[in-house]
Structure formats: C-alpha cells, structure tokens
C-alpha cells in the first residue's frame, strides 16, 4: 500500500480524546490532526515525538491531515488502524501470504457470527470458507517482542469466541495480527493489559482457530507486509 501523496513531518505535541492530535509542522505552523487509532497507543504518542502526516485529498474534509506513522528509536510505525485489512487483502491477493494462498474470491465486511463483520471472507470451489479477522498491532515492551492488545478490548474476544463457532461450523477461520513495525521477531499476547482477551484466545486457538502474524516493512512512501512472525503460545 502506497501513500497516495508524499507524507509531512512534524512534531508531536499531544495526542487527545483519542481520535485528535496537535502537530507541529516543519513549516512552524501547528494543525489538528485525525488519529485513526482507537487504542491506548502505549509508547507511540510522547509529546514530541516525529510523526508524519498523510494531506487529506477531499478539500471539504474538516481536518485536513491524518497521523500516519511515528518514529521510536530508529523505527518507523504505522498507527493507522484502518490500513491492516487493505494490506492483508493486498498481500492474499498478490499470492505473498503462502498460508492463505489459492482462494479465488476474496469479500470485506461480510456478516457473521452475532452482529460482526468478518473483515475478510476467502473463498473457493469445493473448499471450507476461510473467516479471516484483522487485528492492528504496535506495541512493543520488550525488544523484538510485538504485543495484542494495547488496551481492553471486549470486542476483540467476542470475534475470538465468533472464529471458533465458524470452526464448529466447518469453516476454517483466521486471526491476522499485522504488526506495523519491522523490528520484531515475535508476536505475544498481552494478558496482563486484558487477561479476558487472553482467555477467549487461548480457547479460539484450542478449538482450531488458526493464528498469523506479519511484520511489515514501513517507509514514508508505504506500509507493506514483510515475513511471518513466531507467535509465542
């Protein structure tokens, strides 16, 4: 996935009521810009911090930026949540992801399970559906060790618990982390920030869920999936 124009440095001064953050430009101005990122963003959002910013092509958009990535250390990381499910849908439909390799349809958004969208839904003739939830992740607590969730998320275990039914049910189902970060090895679950989460995964995994991992490869000029990641069990 390309960034459609070049991306604008800044400095971040501070982040709030989760979806706005004010930032500093190069240029001295200082403009509010949209967080698509409705978790805590733990270690991504320090006041002064380099960010760079995507400009709004649609010039009656009432916040003209976006916060795109942010830079811990040497590394660059995506915090855009609504751009994992195009780069997996990018990255199956370009043959790169092997584990999810030789569906032929490939829907988003499609009803399942109580009241849920599954992000995903890959298909072919005379195969299981594949259910394929997407889940953003980038923190990081330990070196190499990328962790889901950053915070609570109740909705996060209802899908676990959904994945398993489609498995009852026949179907084969998926939970993709996509790491936004290129400097990890690993992919943990995070049980003390949501031990529930936690759970519902454990019991996912054990009713035959299956679980992947990538990292991606994150430049000022794209976000694309790079190589799988071991998942700590």
């Known amino acids: 996935m390309r960034f459609l124009d070049p991306l604008i440095r800044g400095t971040l001064r501070k982040r709030y009521k989760r979806f706005l953050s004010d930032v500093a430009l190069d240029s001295g101005d200082v403009v509010v810009a949209h967080c698509a990122n409705p978790g805590s963003m733990l270690g991504l959002a320090e006041p002064g911090s380099e960010v760079w910013l995507s400009p709004a092509r649609n010039p009656k958009r009432k916040l003209r930026y976006s916060w795109e990535l942010v830079r811990v250390g040497e590394t660059l990381v995506g915090v ?47 195969a299981p559906r594949c259910y394929v939830e997407v889940k953003n992740v980038h923190l990081v607590r330990h070196p190499g060790l990328a ?51 936690a759970e519902a995964w454990r019991e996912a995994l054990a009713s035959g869920v299956e679980a992947l991992a990538y990292a991606c490869h994150t430049s000022r000029q794209a976000i694309m999936l790079d190589r799988p990641l071991s998942i700590e069990l």
């Open 80 to 126: 855009n949540t609504s751009h994992p499910n195009a780069l997996v849908e990018e990255a199956v439909r370009a043959g790169t992801v092997s584990e999810l390799a030789g569906y032929t349809g490939i829907r988003r958004e499609v009803r399942y399970g109580t009241n849920s969208r599954v992000d995903l839904l890959l298909e072919v003739d005379a």
């Open 147 to 197: 962790e889901f969730p950053d915070s609570v998320t109740q909705r996060g275990a209802k899908h676990m618990r959904e994945l398993a039914e489609t498995v009852r049910q026949g179907n084969r189902a998926v939970i993709f982390y996509v790491v936004q970060r290129g400097d990890c090895a690993r992919l943990g679950i995070a049980a003390d920030i949501d031990p529930g989460y």
